[in-house]
């Protein structure tokens, strides 16, 4: 197996938490997206489609989607488990992720990337340009922090996301809020005791450190 | 269980494909979006969120986002297999079904959801009122040429999405087709012979029926 990378972004994170939480060693290359190897010659004969992370299998084949190569992952080394036992935890943790992805993630990078210089044309991640659209940014400071109050709510209920252990939904959200901390100039702990609880303790994980 | 569903909105038809393949008969209570039931006390003590497809299990749980709710139904009834056998056809259902909805879906989505009447003041789906945003028209519509153009390319290597069977990655990707052929005025076959052959033969399997 082979990981291309770039752990500053939040998808490859994701992964990278992954990785760290099942002790794997992966020999990874580096695909610095902000100096444009994702177009590169080499890059883009295994992943046409230029996004990271990547997981290049033995075989050849590539897989891409954070979801699809954490499952690879977990069936590879099974343990820790993070992607559920039993049929209802392992469907709870694929609903969190989902609502995390679609609400948190989706309205974050709406702001990130429709605000910054450094996504200018790149209004959207992948190969083709879209130009920024100023009126996504107020759209999705406000899916943001609806994100934030609808996990807020979930974790005044629940000490992790999918239930009561840590799980790739706990990943999954915690990239996103620490993305939002980073990327868009709001504190989502403030005012949420719950999530800024779980937040402290996520961070605490070996696994987790530092977006650099 | 217990199944909540609106059939003609793309989530709940991919669900509602899924049951069907699998012969399954689950009680079904239907959730009129057009006519407001989302917002009923009733469905928001079943799910807050007020989305549908949401499936409740004999305990009280709650599951909701299609994938969440497939795999669940996958465990309960495992033939015939649409989510994959082994650890590699797992991960590349698993991936695309997720390009097919972050590339597809959301385009699509985005190009109906900010054009038509019929979605005033609900320019996202959920229970939160986003207000039309007239640009996103046209890079919906960019985005879902892009996406029939990739899948094109997919079908001339691949006889089905994810491989050499119908999976649940030709559920997703048929639904969003079909979605947009309906919802946008435009053929997404035109022009795309392999997507043309691959949409013509899954609209001919019993599940699928027409999109009322």
Known sequence: MKLYDFPVAPSPRKVGIFIAEKGLNIP?????????????????????RGTVPALELDDGTCLTESLAICHYLERFQPEPNLLGIDAKEQALILMW?????LDGYLGIAEAIRNSSELFKHR?????????QIPELVERGLRRSQVFFSDLEGRLTKSPYVAGNRFTYADIAAYVYVDW??????IDPTEGRDALARWSEQISLRPSVGEAT
């Open 28 to 48: 990874t290359t580096l695909i610095n997206l902000r100096e444009g190897d994702q177009s590169s010659k080499m890059f883009r004969a295994v992943n046409p």
């Open 97 to 101: 992720h989902d609502i995390a992805t």
């Open 123 to 131: 209004g959207l991640p992948g190969p083709v340009s879209y130009e």
């Open 180 to 185: 939002a901390a980073r990327g868009i100039d």
